[in-house]
């Protein structure tokens, strides 16, 4: 390191990688988070992708962003605003330049900031030569000039060796915060072949290098490793998480999960995850289209099996008479909905929670389910098994609602001990001799059994048509359609037995933050916010939203304001007006981003009596 610069210790960094979507942007960004992890950081990502396939290189709706919140102690978000901004072209750099705080640091690829360049950011004057980037640390450099110089004599063509320069400038801020280039190393020794091997590393190696010799930097950054409780940790994103609790199910059940879906962003890498899992009692089945895929799920559930199906907001539209089967059959199904921002095609890469609605009353008749929703990646895990216990333990369909800031956001985990995994081992019907009732019930639970076709004794009739109480042959009788959708109304209302009861974080009075899923941590961060400042603020955050915790009421009522923050126009908030008649209040929020945390602050504080 050179003798003038000198390292300042802080407690935590937000960084921001944007670029083109074909600059390698997500890639860096797993990298720097791998290598945080690694270090011993806590952190949380918030990957943000463009909307279209494959926009047109160098715009503004082609840009691909990655930013990295990691520190020296507990964090609940991507943070509000960035402390660097790495922009590979002006597109990248205007569209991300109002998250950077004032006196930030921004690196640009000088490279990319030609005359055509520009003209595709839709700029007619240079970001570098006016005053944009007045109130910032600007390091300029020549980055894609750079890389083509450090992979020179690897074989490499013009466009393979610029594709090198994510690497280059990952090197970079390597130096920057004191990182180890091992990780990376040997993560690239893993992945690529000679010549890419060779050049990537060149590139990475010539980053830290660069950074080295030229007096670019006068200063460097540690950031010390986190404390966390004793155990063994990885990094994961939700929808892995996801894939290892639907993984752990099959060998906590000892039946076979059967993984049915059809591609559809933000979830199709649930099905990629589980893929690997063959040999440990997963099937996965990529189907021709979203209802051949829940069918199948449904089919696996009626053999035996652990049916689950995923899918995305228009894919659970596409599902909803299917699961209604699955309601009127009383089978377990687990419907993983990894929502994004609609209505239909909507913004495919953009996360939303407009879909609770969906999941409540989506479906013609009175076909409930319980819904539940994961707070935050890691939660994804313990979330996949709770959802295959309420299915199997009380033979109803549950939807499982995660979003895109879940699915594609990571944060570290700590790996469970097997012996702590729960029991999910199934009971299934016997033949005891006696006429085998399919809709008999069980007096506490009202599920019926759960018969594997095939059983000598167990023949029973199955399908969409009404049953009839207890026999489960076809009936239009009217006073028997109403006992059972009745019936199957209770069902979910009585898993309220299997909720433990409900957290409260912060004050047992004054106003009552509620909340669902994703918005866990900028509500859990504005809510220790506004309690430093002396107000009396609680959060309460709903994982089960179908039934409803059993003693929420009784919490409601104990605070003067209810608050609910959603990232959509009101959904839980409806919810909550209708079943308990309190007026609680929306803070709502759909852009296709994730609250920050001072738009959460700004919110709570009129309600204490503060100044916004």
Not at 137 to 159: F, M, Q, Y
Not at 272 to 289: C, I, S
Not at 436 to 461: C, K, M, Q, S, V
Not at 484 to 498: F, N, P, S, T, Y
Request: proline share 7%.
């Amino acid at each position: 390191m050179d003798a003038q610069t000198t390292t300042h210790t802080v407690d935590k960094v937000v960084i921001r990688f944007a670029g083109d979507s074909g600059d390698g942007m997500q890639l860096l960004g797993s990298q720097f988070t791998r290598t945080s992890a690694l270090a011993g950081n806590d952190l949380a990502t918030l990957p943000d992708f463009p909307a279209e396939i494959r926009a047109p290189a160098g715009t503004r709706e082609g840009v691909s962003g990655f930013q990295l919140h990691f520190a020296a102690e507990d964090i609940f978000t991507p943070g509000d605003d960035t402390d660097v901004l790495v922009a590979m072209n002006p597109a990248a750099l205007v569209t991300n330049l109002p998250k950077l705080r004032p006196n930030g640091i921004v690196v640009v690829n000088t490279d990319k900031f030609r005359k055509a360049d520009l003209k595709k950011a839709r700029l007619e004057q240079s970001p570098l030569e006016d005053d944009t980037l007045e109130g910032y640390r600007v390091v300029a450099a020549p980055i894609s000039t750079l890389t083509k110089k450090a992979v020179e004599g690897h074989g490499l063509n013009a466009k393979e060796a610029d594709r090198c320069k994510n690497f280059f400038a990952l090197g970079m801020m390597y130096w920057v915060y004191s990182r180890s280039m091992e990780p990376t190393e040997g993560w690239m020794r893993s992945k690529f072949r000679a010549p890419y091997l060779e050049a990537n590393l060149a590139a990475l190696r010539a980053g830290y290098s660069y950074g080295i010799t030229v007096e670019l930097f006068q200063t460097t950054y540690e950031v010390a490793p986190a404390t966390f409780p004793p155990g063994t940790y990885r990094n994961v994103t939700g929808n892995t998480a996801l894939a290892l609790g639907l993984a752990s199910a099959a060998q906590q059940s000892g039946r076979l999960v059967f993984y049915g879906s059809y591609p559809i962003t933000p979830a199709s890498d649930i099905l990629h995850a589980l893929a690997p899992f063959k040999n440990h009692g997963v099937v996965t089945f990529q189907a021709e289209d979203e209802i051949a895929a829940v069918c199948a799920a449904i089919g696996a559930s009626y053999g035996g099996h652990i049916g689950v199906t995923g899918t995305s907001g228009p894919g659970l539209a596409l599902k909803a008479e299917a699961i209604g089967l699955a309601v009127m059959a009383e089978l377990p199904l687990v419907v993983v909905c990894v929502q994004r921002g609609g209505p239909s095609t909507g913004l495919p890469t953009k996360t939303e929670q407009a879909d609770l609605l969906q999941a409540m009353y989506g479906r013609n008749g009175e076909a409930p389910c319980v819904v539940l929703a994961p707070r935050s990646p890691s939660d994804c895990f313990d979330i996949a098994l709770e959802a295959v216990r309420i299915a199997t333990q009380r033979m109803v369909p549950v939807m499982l609602m995660s979003d895109g800031y879940i699915a594609n956001g990571a944060e570290p985990w700590p790996i469970p001990a097997v012996e702590d995994l729960p029991d999910l081992t199934p009971t299934f019907a016997t033949d005891d001799g006696e006429t085998f009732l399919p809709y008999a019930r069980d007096p506490d639970t009202l599920a019926r059994p759960w018969a594997i076709p095939g059983t000598p004794g167990l023949e029973h009739r199955i399908g969409g048509l009404e049953k009839q109480a207890e026999t489960g042959n076809v009936s239009y009788d009217p006073p028997n359609h109403q006992a059972m959708c009745e019936v199957r109304a209770e069902k979910v209302r009585r898993v309220a037995a299997l909720i433990p009861p409900t957290e409260v974080h912060g004050d047992e009075d004054g106003v009552l933050v509620l909340g669902w899923g994703s918005t866990f941590g900028a509500i859990r961060a504005a809510v220790d916010h506004v309690r430093r400042d002396g107000h009396h603020v609680g959060q309460v955050h709903l994982r089960h939203l179908n039934p409803l915790p059993a003693d929420l009421h009784d919490i409601l009522r104990r605070y003067d304001r209810v608050l609910v923050p959603e990232l959509n126009l009101g959904q839980l908030v409806r919810l909550i007006r209708t079943e308990f008649l309190i007026d609680a209040q929306p803070v709502s929020k759909i852009q296709g981003q994730p609250f920050l945390v001072r738009e959460l602050v700004d919110a709570i504080l009129p309600a204490v009596g503060g100044a916004a």
